[in-house]
């Protein structure tokens, strides 16, 4: 944490394209040192004691979540909505409070289209666990904003997290680890494709934590610099195959929607639908997309206490 606590002191200051750069380098360093487990971890797939399966008896429970870190992926969430309906999925967007300019009007259309919203961080700039302190005076603003956005989802920015402190926020979700991902900043995994329960052992208190389990579009695309979704293909066939929990999190902030020249940290809108489209022709009736919220619904009724 010390690490994280330098860097981010520092990132301001360093050009942003010297950020991606050095990103890149450790990258290459980190993808052939930990191939043995990203972007699979084998024992990721074992289900929690008593595992009974999803609703209606699915294979799989698919949930689509979006953090929102700037104004520019904020302007885009209209252009995915209307590619996520065109195919019939649903998903949940995260949004920053105080960074940009969050807009009332999109939030309240995309509750009313069968979306879902969370809170992302406070300010998105890798200082909300640097001390208690800190911790306890952001906590009760987001608790604050959870209120007036009439939401109980959290999604931490940059997937720092701190799961004990996490319970001082009135959420019943929260999107803030990983099954497997060596390359972010806290690279702690969960280790699992499934949910799990953060708090007593009765659900009276706490939250339910939903790790993502297929790597960021940011870390593909742009620091890895792949140029196919054959990984995430992957990765969700092997996700099915264990009956898991495929949650997928990606960022309005670096898709390209216009098809034109990409910018340094773009890719194509056409990855992401060309990976829906894989999913609705690959597993047609197998999966439960899940809202965030409808999972912690099926979780607390459902899963083995």
């Not at 920053?96 to 069968?114: A, H, T």
């Not at 022709?281 to 899963?303: E, G, H, I, M, T």
Request: aromatic share 14%; proline share 6%; net charge positive.
């Amino acid at each position: 944490m010390l690490l994280n606590r330098i860097f981010y002191t520092l990132k301001p200051a360093i050009p942003r394209r010297l950020q991606i750069f050095l990103r890149r380098q450790v990258a290459l360093y980190k993808r052939k040192k930990y191939a043995h487990i990203w972007p699979i971890d084998p024992k990721a797939g074992n289900p929690p004691d008593g595992w009974k399966g999803w609703p209606d008896g699915k294979q799989f429970s698919l949930v689509l979540s979006h953090d929102v870190d700037t104004q520019k992926g904020n302007d885009s969430v209209s252009k995915l909505i209307k590619i996520e309906e065109e195919l019939g999925f649903r998903s949940s967007f995260n949004f920053v409070p105080e960074r940009y300019q969050n807009s009332n009007s999109l939030q309240k259309d995309l509750c009313n289209k069968g979306f879902g919203i969370g809170v992302h961080g406070l300010k998105h700039d890798g200082k909300l666990f640097h001390s208690r302190k800190i911790f306890k005076q952001r906590a009760a603003k987001i608790n604050a904003y959870l209120i007036k956005w009439k939401t109980n989802g959290f999604s931490s920015p940059s997937m720092l997290h701190n799961l004990d402190w996490l319970k001082a926020l009135n959420i019943t979700h929260s999107t803030s680890t990983f099954d497997t991902d060596p390359f972010e900043p806290q690279p702690d995994a969960s280790r699992t494709i499934f949910p799990f329960w953060v708090g007593d052992d009765h659900y009276s208190a706490g939250y339910l934590e939903l790790p993502y389990t297929l790597p960021q579009d940011h870390l593909l695309f742009v620091i890895l610099q792949e140029k196919t979704i054959d990984i995430w293909k992957k990765k969700l066939d092997w996700i099915t195959g264990n009956g898991g929990m495929a949650l997928l999190n990606t960022h309005t902030d670096y898709m390209n929607f216009t098809g034109g020249v990409l910018s340094d940290e773009e890719y194509p809108v056409t990855f992401y639908s060309d990976f829906l489209n894989y999913i609705k022709q690959k597993y047609s009736d197998q999966y439960w997309n899940a809202l965030p919220s409808d999972v912690v619904r099926f979780w607390k009724k459902s899963s083995p206490r």
